[in-house]
């Protein structure tokens, strides 16, 4: 595998020997997590634009385990909130967190999704951590695609390291019930 | 059918109910009393002679300052001489309400919610005059210009720097 054109994946840490390999469950498990990501693109305005073009061949985020876009929210891994979301969109959007089988994962590109962005007005939720928790935040308005990828990786960074007690702690049970979710 | 013989048929039928014209801008504007609209807008639609059969549009106003602070503007089309025409008519603070055209107008029947949503105009006789557009929890007419347009429960903002 020393052909440049495919990148493998680098094993965890763990212990290596004669015809073995030894490492955490949790790193496996992170490792095949992190690389077959399933997002759930939540595309309202022109962020969206540009996560049409991170999905395209030029930038291509079928690279990172993330060819399959899930259109259901029960298949998906990972929300990516893209574009301005208006009050009146804001329980669509917990609806659909809501309905994301567990572990499951926010991402929040371009201004608006994080905080409202230039739209400071009546009409718009300022920020969609308002409503959901988000992971990693992607600012730019709009994101360009290295910068969409850069938040993805962050996220591949998240899903890689976490430990799979983390859903089941009291502390995320906390969060969830201070989203009502 | 030119804009005099509007004006004149309308003041002709409702005398003092049309209280000013104005025909020098670009659509022949006629602002009329509100307890005469529903009736003028009968007229405009159903005469012979008007046949305005298309409500294009329909909309509020606020001049706060003014002594009938609330307006609603009426647009109408009339398609065989492809003529239009604007009716305004102003409401008094403290009761903004004007009879519905949705009985004539069935496409009214949005606009109205449209408007009482941002300006809390009430159209009587609406079958069903709720929010349209804005959240259903809201409790203020957004457009009424003592409110703020900003999101008064944004945090990351400082004021300073915005000119507030």
């Not at chain 1, 693109?41 to 385990?65: H, K, Q, V, W």
């Not at chain 2, 004539?104 to 919610?113: H, K, Q, S, T």
């Not at chain 2, 804005?134 to 915005?162: A, G, H, I, S």
């Amino acid at each position: 595998m020393s052909d440049p054109r495919f990148i493998k994946v680098n094993p965890p840490e763990g212990y290596e020997g004669a015809g073995f390999f030894a490492t955490s469950f949790d790193k496996v498990v992170g490792l095949a997590r992190k690389n077959s990501i399933w997002p759930l693109p939540f595309a309202t305005s022109c962020c969206g634009i540009e996560f049409m073009a991170t999905m395209g061949a030029n930038y291509d985020l079928g690279r990172f385990g993330a060819e399959r876009l899930s259109f259901s929210p029960r298949q998906a891994d990972l929300l990516m909130v893209m574009g301005t979301i208006a009050k009146k969109m804001a329980p669509v959007v917990q609806e659909v967190y809501a309905q994301m089988a567990e572990p499951r994962w926010v991402l929040a590109v371009g201004a608006c999704a994080s905080s409202g962005g230039i739209f400071d007005t009546y009409s718009v939720l300022q920020g969609i951590d308002r409503i959901v928790p988000v992971d990693v935040y992607v600012p730019g308005c709009p994101p360009r695609p290295e910068q969409i990828i850069d938040g993805f990786m962050k996220i591949q960074e998240l899903v890689g390291k976490e430990s799979l007690r983390r859903r089941y702690s009291e502390q995320y049970r906390e969060l969830m019930k201070a989203y009502k979710i | 059918m030119d804009s005099e013989t509007i004006i004149g048929t309308l003041r002709e039928q409702f005398g003092d109910a049309v209280l000013e014209t104005n025909a020098a801008a670009d659509i022949l504007t006629v602002t009329v009393r509100r307890d005469f609209l529903h009736e003028i807008m009968a007229f405009l639609k159903n005469h012979e002679l008007m046949g305005f059969s298309f409500l294009t549009d329909l909309t509020g106003i606020h001049y706060p300052d003014s002594e009938l602070p609330f307006g609603v503007v009426y647009h109408l089309h009339q398609f065989v001489e492809n003529k239009r025409l604007r009716i305004k008519t102003f409401l008094p603070g403290d009761d903004p309400s004007v009879k519905t055209l949705t009985d004539l107008y069935p496409g009214a029947n949005w606009m109205e919610r449209e408007t009482y949503d941002f300006y809390g105009i009430i159209f009587t006789g609406h079958p069903n005059l709720k929010r349209i557009l804005n959240v259903d929890y809201m409790d203020y007419f957004p457009m009424r210009k003592e409110y703020p347009l900003e999101d008064q429960t944004r945090e990351d903002k400082d004021d300073r720097y915005f000119g507030r």
